[in-house]
Nanobody, 117 residues
Framework: QVQLVESGGGTVQAGGSLRLSCTAS??????????MAWYRQAPGKQRELLAT???????TYTDVVKGRFTISRDDSKNTLYLDMKALRPEETAVYYC?????????WGKGTQVTVSL
């Protein structure tokens, strides 16, 4: 019964920045919320893992976004963030957040990010 709602998507020019938010219906620092993650999926492509964060604050990034994207959270708001900079046109996609809770993965509906040329 975990619900995740992404927001912050929109259109940005190449090289620009955007902050995505994902608000959860549960405490994201709950001991049973093992990790949260951001993914994206472009049309005709596989869903791509971008970044993860454990409830202890450990983060990982896929190579293509490392140094440009930052995953963070605000536990008081039960919100996960993805700060993206130097965005590229090929990164146009629907961006999703995910949470692992009681060893079950939950997904938001996604938010569209369009990077214009």
């Amino acid at each position: 019964q975990v619900q995740l709602v992404e927001s912050g998507g929109g259109t940005v020019q190449a090289g620009g920045s955007l902050r995505l938010s994902c608000t959860a219906s549960i405490p994201i620092n709950d001991v049973n919320t093992n990790f949260m993650a951001w993914y994206r999926q472009a049309p005709g492509k596989q869903r791509e893992l971008l970044a993860t964060m454990t409830n202890g604050g450990h983060t990982t990034y896929t190579d293509v976004v490392k140094g440009r994207f930052t995953i963070s959270r605000d536990d008081s708001k039960n919100t996960l963030y993805l700060d993206m900079k130097a965005l590229r046109p090929e990164e146009t996609a629907v961006y999703y957040c995910s949470a692992s809770h009681w060893s079950t993965d939950y997904w938001g509906k996604g938010t569209q990010v369009t990077v214009s040329l």
